[in-house]
């Protein structure tokens, strides 16, 4: 079976820092795809980043970069330079889009 | 133009009524699916339709049901309301596949329904 955990259920970050939400997962594939998606008040879920398992780069989209641990089955979201208009609900999730709990992030200016 | 759209937004209604959500895709995707989003932000996979198979989580209640006239369409009927329904549905859609095709699901904006 497929899980992701979100341990984080809020955070709140100062504008212009920088915020590591963390994910886990646990997956029985070899090779899988894993996201993160923002959802801010206006309820549309946007995609923020993908990751390929078979790539041991991380990703990297502007302010967001993921630190990818294929062993540990981590995958963090990194967002740089927090601006405003960051605040929104991220959910994780592996493909075959099993969601995390979500965590709600407040940048404060 | 939108991608994934979703129709209507808000939708109020009493218990026992029966109603259904639509839901368009223009990206030519082979899937599309339902999701639930309760009060506390969880989201639960509902159901996943493509043109060959229905997968339908089987914890949703036998009263709700997709139904599909084409693969770019795929709505969502709810019988007999219960107060336990209120939340907000997603749909979304993607192109199964491997490599640069996973590129994750597209969602519709959602329907915030609620039931009194």
């Known amino acids: 079976a497929q899980t992701v955990t979100q341990s984080q259920p809020e955070m709140s970050v100062q504008e212009a820092e920088t915020v590591t939400l963390s994910c886990t997962y646990d997956?029985?594939?070899?090779?899988?795809?894993l996201f993160w998606y923002k959802q801010p008040p206006s309820r549309q879920m946007i995609l923020v980043i993908r990751?390929?398992?078979?790539?041991?780069q991380n990703a990297t989209e502007n302010r967001f970069s993921v630190n990818f641990q294929k062993a540990a089955k981590s995958f963090s979201l990194k967002i740089s330079d927090s601006q405003l208009g960051d605040t929104a609900m991220y959910f994780c999730?592996?493909?075959?889009?099993?969601f995390g709990a979500g965590t709600r992030l407040t940048v404060k200016p | 133009d939108t991608a994934v759209s979703q129709t209507p937004k808000y939708l109020v209604t009493q218990m026992g009524n029966d109603k259904s959500i639509k839901c368009e895709q223009n990206?030519?995707?082979?899937?599309m699916y339902w999701y639930k989003q309760d009060s506390k932000k969880f989201l639960k996979i509902m159901f996943s339709y493509n043109n060959k198979e229905l997968i339908i989580n089987e914890t949703v209640p036998n009263r709700f049901s997709p139904k599909s006239p084409d693969k770019a369409h795929l709505n969502l009927h709810i019988n007999s309301l219960e107060l336990g329904d209120s939340a907000v549905y997603f749909c979304?859609?993607?192109?199964?596949?491997?490599?640069?095709?996973?590129?994750?699901?597209?969602f519709g904006s959602g329907t915030r329904l609620t039931v009194v």
């Open positions: 997956t029985s594939e070899n090779n899988y795809y």
């Open positions: 999730a592996l493909v075959g889009m099993r």
């Open positions: 979304a859609s993607s192109q199964t596949g491997t490599g640069m095709n996973v590129r994750g699901y597209t």
């Open positions: 990751q390929e398992a078979y790539k041991q």
């Open positions: 990206l030519g995707h082979d899937t």
